[in-house]
């Protein structure tokens, strides 16, 4: 079963944001959108919830047109949205309240599904806290229980880490492995490689709108890069390429780091090593030397 | 684009209750002081004007100053909480605070939200007014059984007042508009549409321009009520105000869709 379904959507506002973009989640699936900022990611999200209308495609989210009826669609997804909105005067438990209020739940449904969100959010002891009173991660967890109040099929989240220190992010991750060991499907906005790489079965990479890679994170390294990476920190990146452009299959500069992309990295290495005020690390590739390969950039946070 | 605005209507009759439950639920937390708040504009002016001015000047309409007075009281504080809400708080909802935004990924519509926060405004319209009534009453300037027939009078225009205050709302760049809306529409309502003195006493055109607004159809309602008397054109003041709920809601509406949707 599709779950999102995009096609030839186009959205533009004081310039184009969404150009022509088109990608199928799953149900059950964990589906990335990988862009740096003004990529167009959250606004697909939005797109997706009919909270925007494209100027042209067509979208389909849970076998409902959207925004046409995005209504009957938003009755079956739970938002974690980019910017904490939850009440702060409230209390964690207000905050569920309310919120299954909105869907139309009743006191009673509402009340029986508090504790295994409680529960699932670590919040257990937090129930009566004002939010005010909360930290940032669990601000985060309390958003995303209470994205879960109306048992959603689908989960839709922008940045769903962004501004958390690791520590919460990972708890984050792991909250969210869950899910979709439960079933759920998630779509996700991110311009954090790690994010993507930990979380998500396949990847939309975005740049200005555009799609510019889309697959399994793992096939994307491999058919992007496919060989150890070493990054080299101090001297002269351009003179140091030139030293071990014979051993590099491809040499990638940016600001004052060089990497290299080497089949057999012990000889660039070799090359390097020994010389003063140089840095080395040798690594396996990830998704930010796909990102840089495919823009020619790094992706900033 | 009919389609889309379509999509922006309420939903059904009752999804609004989620959203006015959820401002009474924040209002709960600091009722008395807010209550309080509300009430002590209206009740200087009352005593201040009804007893400062009112030994000063004979009957009024066939009343003593402060008995006339009252019933401006009852339809200005009405007018002033609505408007505040909505200007104030409303506008905090929809930016900074996010909670709009919120209910937007939920399954309600933005009218529902709109509904929710106009029958908010009007419920906190029908406390203030419903307080200074009671001190009136209290103090004999009308009769008890009275109250029964303005509640829904003052409740209506409380939603009128919120509707109107509204579009403002979904207007304002930023808080500090709303004070054109203060000294350029609601002020001069308060001299205009007989609060504090009687409307015959305008020059024509003003009286003409009077009879248009909202603030004076309250008062003619409301004033009658109090005071005992029978009302005249009932239909055309309720419906006057039935105007001024329906056609801002819908304007509204569509304003904030290109706002916050677009």
Redesign the interface.
Known sequence: MVAIDLTDVSKT?DKLVVDRLSFRVAAGECFGLLGPNGAGKSTIARMV?????PDAGKITVLGVPV?????LA??R?G?V?Q????????TVR?NLL??G????MSRRQIDAVIPSLLEFARLENKADARVAELSGGMKRRLTLARALI?DPHLLVMDEPTTGLDPQARHLIWERLRSLLARGKTILLTTHFMEEAERLCDRLCVMEEGRKIAEGRPSALIDEQIGCDVVEVYGGNPHELGALIRPYAQRIEVSGETLFCYAPDPEQVLAQLRGRAGLRLLQRPPNLEDVFLRLTGREMED | MG??YA?GMP?NAW?WV??W??NY??WK?IGLASVLGNLADPMIYLFGLGFGIGTMIGPVEGTSYIAFLAAGMVATSAMASATAETVYGSFGRMGD???W?????????LGDILLGELAWAATKALMAGTAITIVATTLGYASWPSILCLLPVIALSGLAFASLAMVVTALAPSYEYFIFYNTLVITPMLFLCGAMFPVNQLPGAFQDVASLLPLAHAIDLIRPAMLGRPAGSMGLHIGALCIYTVLPFFLSVALFRRR???
């Open positions: 506002y919830l009919g909270m925007t209308s925004p046409a009826r995005a209504r938003r009755m997804i938002v949205p910017f904490d909105n939850l009440d702060t005067t409230f207000e309310v919120f209020r909105y869907f139309r109306n | 389609e889309r999509a939903a999804n989620a959203v439950r959820r639920l924040g937390k605070q996010r909670t935004e919120g209910m937007l990924c939920t399954q309600l519509t916050l949707m677009r």
